[in-house]
């Protein structure tokens, strides 16, 4: 069984910690069979599940009927379910609120993007009232408006020193661990050296506690765009595309379904409808 406590287990025993991301019943069961450390029900669901263009438009009630596929998919695995944009930043009660509803509907703890009084705010609530939480630091996909786009964080001294003084505070308040997103490699290892929960990476280099990466990425779902930071390990897009080409020849050919995959009637029944045709 994967808890909250496995994470700083494997840091401590400098072993890398594992995550991916999952969205359904069936990828849960498999990711759980695999021994991954931990899944991320991610907003990022938002584009690769739902099509949407961003991640602003996913609500907490969308994200839920996700949570509760994936806590059905992996009984014993640590399971976060990412708050989506708004669903924390209007109050606390607000934030606890739903919070408490990702734990409901099977999640072992959120996670929260960015750093500032309110976030550590509701860190400290969280925490206090029960539920993990993961922060998420360096390119924050929520922020994206104001960060000005799909930027690497932390390209100096001085914007590391800053995004290793949130981590900080994000420690003190009660972080589990914190996602360290798109930045370079000497600057997440920098900022892993010097906190005591663990770094989790994505686009942020080998040095970090662990790694996490949206699973339709590394799975090759899609053939248009791979960031950098993505290494295909499989290639499910043309997979899935030569099945279902074979498929639909078949039916067209009248291949399939044979017999094989058909159910036989008695034969006195047959010969009864045999006599009936009209
Ligand atoms: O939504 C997401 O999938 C994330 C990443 C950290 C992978 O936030």
């Known amino acids: 069984m994967k808890t909250v406590n496995t994470f700083q287990k494997l840091k401590d025993n400098n072993e890398k910690i594992t995550m991916l991301t999952a969205y359904d019943y069936s990828t849960a069961q498999v990711l759980e069979e695999a021994g991954i450390d931990g899944i991320l ?123 290793l003084m949130s981590a900080k505070k994000l420690e003190e308040a009660g972080c589990f661990a914190v996602v360290l997103e798109l930045m370079p490699a000497e600057s997440a290892k920098y900022i892993t050296e010097n906190l005591n929960i663990p770094t989790i990476g ?22 248009d765009f791979t960031p950098k930071f993505v290494k295909k390990y499989a290639d499910i897009h043309h997979t899935v595309l030569s099945a279902a080409e074979k498929y639909i020849k078949e039916v067209k050919d009248e291949i399939f379904p044979s017999e094989k995959e058909s159910f036989e009637l008695d034969k006195k029944e047959s010969e009864k409808l045999c006599c009936s045709t009209k």
């Open 202 to 223: 994505i686009g942020a280099g080998i040095h970090c506690s662990g790694q996490i990466v949206v699973i339709d990425d590394i799975l090759g779902k899609f053939t």
């Open 41 to 163: 029900v991610g907003d990022s669901l938002a584009m690769v599940a739902l099509g949407y263009e961003n991640t602003y438009n996913i609500t907490i009630d969308e994200m839920l009927i996700f949570v509760k596929a994936v806590a059905k998919g992996a009984k014993n695995s640590f399971i976060i379910g990412d708050m989506p944009f708004m669903s924390y930043n209007l109050s606390i009660e607000q934030g606890l609120e739903n919070a408490s509803k990702m734990i409901k509907a099977g999640a072992s703890g959120v996670k929260l993007e960015g750093c500032n009084e309110h976030i550590l705010k509701l860190v400290k609530r969280c925490t206090e009232s029960g539920i993990p939480v993961l922060g998420h630091l360096g390119f924050t996909p929520q922020l994206m408006n104001t960060i000005g786009g799909h930027k690497i964080q932390g390209k100096t001294s001085e914007k590391t020193e800053e995004i």
